[in-house]
């Protein structure tokens, strides 16, 4: 891969090819995207789609350590289907995810956990809300193999 800088300060001469030995360190050096993570959460979502879900263009990435929980802000419409995923890429790790309404009372749900027949470890929750407004839905690792923070990757699809 080649890499151009200016040699005038950026004023407007020709550039100066670099080549991958003289190139300098990214300016962004954060992992690649698309994640392992991102990759088996927007897999396992997909699998909505063949019941009329939409998959929601955002996500949410993040590293959680056992025990630790995320909580994100979600605006959801009654009258709409909601499917929560969260996916990791190591093995047997225990996800659990549960949805809040905005005075923090947990609402009942349907959940699916990937009981290890896929690579990575996967967890779903189904919900519909009768109201339309602000809910809150809690990731957390109940279990991690190692026991070191990992990767999660939370997508949502509704319909």
């Given at each position: 891969?080649?890499?151009?800088?200016?040699?005038?300060?950026?004023?407007?001469s020709?550039?100066?090819?670099?080549?991958?030995?003289?190139?300098?360190?990214?300016?962004?050096?954060?992992?690649?995207?698309p994640?392992?993570?991102?990759?088996?959460?927007?897999?396992?979502?997909a699998?909505?789609?063949?019941?009329?879900?939409?998959?929601?263009?955002?996500?949410?990435?993040?590293?959680?350590?056992?025990?630790?929980?995320?909580?994100?802000?979600?605006?959801?419409?009654?009258?709409?289907?909601?499917?929560?995923?969260?996916?990791?890429?190591?093995?047997?790790?225990?996800?659990?995810?549960?949805?809040?309404?905005?005075?923090?009372?947990?609402?009942?749900?349907?959940?699916?956990?990937?009981?290890?027949?896929?690579?990575?470890?996967?967890?779903?929750?189904?919900?519909?809300?009768?109201?339309?407004?602000?809910?809150?839905?809690?990731?957390?690792?109940?279990?991690?193999?190692?026991?070191?923070?990992?990767?999660?990757?939370?997508?949502?699809?509704?319909?």
């Amino acid at each position: 891969m080649l890499a151009a800088s200016r040699s005038d300060g950026g004023k407007g001469s020709d550039p100066k090819f670099l080549t991958d030995q003289e190139s300098p360190e990214p300016l962004n050096p954060a992992p690649p995207v698309p994640t392992e993570s991102r990759r088996l959460a927007l897999e396992t979502a997909a699998a909505f789609e063949n019941e009329g879900f939409r998959i929601r263009d955002s996500e949410w990435q993040n590293s959680l350590s056992k025990g630790q929980s995320a909580f994100l802000q979600i605006c959801l419409f009654s009258g709409n289907q909601y499917w929560f995923v969260a996916a990791s890429p190591t093995n047997a790790v225990k996800i659990r995810m549960v949805v809040y309404d905005p005075s923090g009372k947990p609402l009942k749900s349907d959940s699916w956990q990937d009981g290890g027949a896929h690579p990575g470890s996967r967890a779903a929750l189904g919900f519909a809300p009768t109201i339309s407004g602000m809910y809150f839905v809690a990731v957390e690792f109940l279990d991690i193999p190692g026991g070191s923070p990992n990767d999660v990757c939370f997508v949502y699809a509704y319909k």
